[in-house]
C-alpha cells in the first residue's frame, strides 16, 4: 500500500495526465491513498474533485513573465508554498510524489525534497518548463511525452490518458459516431469538423470559426465549436437551410471523448494534451500552435506532422478563408482522413498512464 502525492493544476494540459494516472494507481494499488495538490486559481478545483480524487490547495506561486513588483515577492510566497505542501506531504504520510509540471508543482518538488520523499517528474511538452527542468535535477525519474525532450536522464513513456480516451481508442472511433453525434444535437450523416482552444479556448481560432463558420455550413460541414468557458456568451446554434448542416457552440466539453468520436476532424491547439488525445484515439488534426511562449506547442506537433499524421497552419495564417482552405477538401476526403489517423496511432500509443504509474509504485518501493 503506498501513499501517493500527485501534483499539478492550471489547466488541462496538466490536470488530465494527473487524472489519467491517478485512476491507473488506484486500480493498481486499491488499498494505497492518493492525495492531490492544486491551487485555488486552477481549473483543478473543479474537475479533480468530479473524479473522485481528493484535492488539497496550496498557494499559487505564479513566476511573472517580466520584472516588476511581482517577482521580487516570489521568495516569500515560494516559502509558504513550500510549507504549506511539508504539512500536506507530512498528513498524507507520502511515499512517493509525482509532478506534472506548473506553478503549483515547485512547492511539491521543493517540499518533498527537503523531506526525502522520492520525486517522480512528469513533462507533457516537448520543451519543459521551469519547475520539471529544476525538479529533473533531484528527481528519481524523469518521465516525457515527446522523445526529443531535453530534461537529464529522461524515459520517454508518453502521456497519461483517461481511461475514457482509452477506451475510445481500443473501441475504435467510428463504433461510437452515431451516439456521440445523438448526444451533441449533430446529424448522422454529415461531417464533423471539432474546434476547440484547449480550456481556455483560442481567440484566434474561435474567430476564424465563426468568420466561415457561414461557408463551412454552405459545404455541408457541421461545427461543433468548444469556444471555452470565458469567450462563451450566449451564442447560439445557426442551421444551413439547404444542407442542414449545424453549428453548435459549446462552452466546454467534460467528456472529450464522446466529442472525439462525434468528429471526423479537428481545428484546434497543440497543447500536448490535445495532440496526444487526437493521435492515441486516431483524429486527424490541424493545430495551430500558440506563438507566444518558448515554442513548445509547434515542437509537440511537429512528430504528427513529421509522420504526415497531423497539419500545422501557423496562428498569423488563420483566416475564414485559410480555414475554409484546409478543412473543407480534408473532411471530405475518407480515404486520407483514414491514413493520418493511423499513423497518429502509430506515433503515439496507447498505455502511457499504465506505465507512469508502475514507475510510481516502484520508485515508493525503493
Do not use: W
Amino acid at each position: 500500500m503506498v501513499n501517493v502525492v500527485l501534483a499539478g493544476g492550471g489547466t488541462a494540459g496538466h490536470t488530465s495526465p494527473l487524472i489519467a494516472t491517478a485512476e491507473q494507481l488506484a486500480m493498481a494499488d486499491p488499498g494505497g491513498s492518493l492525495v492531490c495538490v492544486g491551487t485555488a486559481k486552477g481549473l483543478e478545483t473543479r474537475v479533480i474533485p468530479e473524479a473522485g480524487l481528493r484535492l488539497e490547495l496550496i498557494p499559487p506561486v505564479p513566476l511573472p513573465r517580466h520584472v516588476n513588483a511581482d517577482l521580487f515577492k516570489v521568495p516569500t510566497r515560494l516559502v509558504g508554498a513550500v510549507r504549506a505542501a511539508s504539512r500536506i506531504l507530512r498528513t498524507a504520510h507520502a511515499d512517493v510524489v509525482i509532478g506534472f509540471g506548473g506553478y503549483v508543482s515547485m512547492p511539491v518538488y521543493l517540499a518533498a525534497r527537503r523531506m526525502h520523499v522520492p520525486v517522480v517528474v512528469h513533462e507533457q511538452n516537448a520543451l519543459p518548463g521551469l519547475a520539471n527542468r529544476i525538479a529533473a535535477r533531484f528527481a528519481a525519474a524523469v518521465l516525457t511525452t515527446f522523445p526529443d525532450t531535453r530534461l537529464p536522464h529522461a524515459q520517454r513513456v508518453g502521456l497519461p490518458v483517461r481511461d475514457a480516451i482509452a477506451e475510445l481508442a481500443e473501441q475504435g472511433r467510428s463504433a461510437r459516431r452515431g451516439p456521440a453525434r445523438d448526444s451533441f444535437g449533430l446529424r448522422r450523416d454529415l461531417p464533423v469538423l471539432l474546434v476547440s482552444g484547449g480550456s481556455s479556448g483560442a481567440r484566434s481560432i474561435n474567430r476564424a470559426t465563426v468568420a466561415a463558420r457561414d461557408q463551412l455550413l454552405a459545404a455541408g460541414v457541421q461545427v461543433l465549436h468548444v469556444l471555452g468557458l470565458k469567450n462563451f456568451h450566449d451564442d447560439k446554434p445557426v442551421t444551413d437551410q439547404q444542407t442542414g448542416a449545424g453549428y453548435h457552440p459549446v462552452a466546454y466539453v467534460d467528456d472529450m471523448a464522446s466529442a472525439y468520436a462525434a468528429a471526423d476532424l479537428m481545428l484546434a491547439r497543440s497543447g500536448a494534451g490535445t495532440v496526444v488525445e487526437t493521435a492515441v484515439v486516431g483524429l486527424p488534426a490541424i493545430m495551430v500552435p500558440l506563438p507566444i511562449g518558448n515554442g513548445e506547442q509547434a515542437r509537440n506537433a511537429a512528430p504528427l506532422v513529421g509522420a504526415d499524421a497531423g497539419i500545422i497552419v501557423p496562428d498569423d495564417e488563420l483566416g475564414p478563408q485559410r480555414l475554409i482552405r484546409e478543412v473543407v477538401p480534408l473532411i471530405n476526403d475518407a480515404d486520407r482522413l483514414s491514413t493520418m489517423g493511423e499513423a497518429a496511432q502509430r506515433v503515439m500509443p496507447a498505455g502511457a498512464a499504465q506505465r507512469v504509474a508502475n514507475v510510481v509504485l516502484q520508485e515508493a518501493s525503493r
